[in-house]
Nanobody, 113 residues
């Protein structure tokens, strides 16, 4: 059974940084794409960044240059390093596995002074 468990959210001041983690179990982690999405209150869920099994990455324009997606196959974990955070980045962040089509439980990121 595939499971995705996220961690790393929290409250941060504007301009600050956070790193989100998504640990996946139940399947071979090194294959398939994965991604980070977010849902701002009252809005639809949107793609933040994605990574393929061979390390290619894709970012939405609103995070380019500020966020970095990565994966550690040895630890079965995907990361989202977020820097220069803005109040408009406040959202629930979800990881998604392309192979199983499953979502993590979500982790709240709040950017506020």
């Amino acid at each position: 059974q595939v499971q995705l468990v996220e961690s790393g959210g929290g409250l941060v001041q504007p301009g600050g940084s956070l790193r989100l983690s998504c640990a996946i179990s139940g399947r071979l982690f090194s294959i398939g794409g994965m991604g980070w999405h977010r849902q701002i209150l009252g809005k639809q869920r949107e793609l933040v960044a994605a990574t393929t099994s061979d390390g290619r990455t894709n970012y939405s324009d609103f995070v380019k240059g500020r966020f970095t997606i990565s994966r550690d196959n040895a630890k079965n974990t995907m990361y989202l390093q977020m820097s220069s955070l803005k109040p408009e980045d406040t959202a629930v962040y979800y990881c998604r596995d392309d192979i199983s089509n499953l979502w993590g439980q979500g982790t709240q990121v709040t950017v506020s002074s």
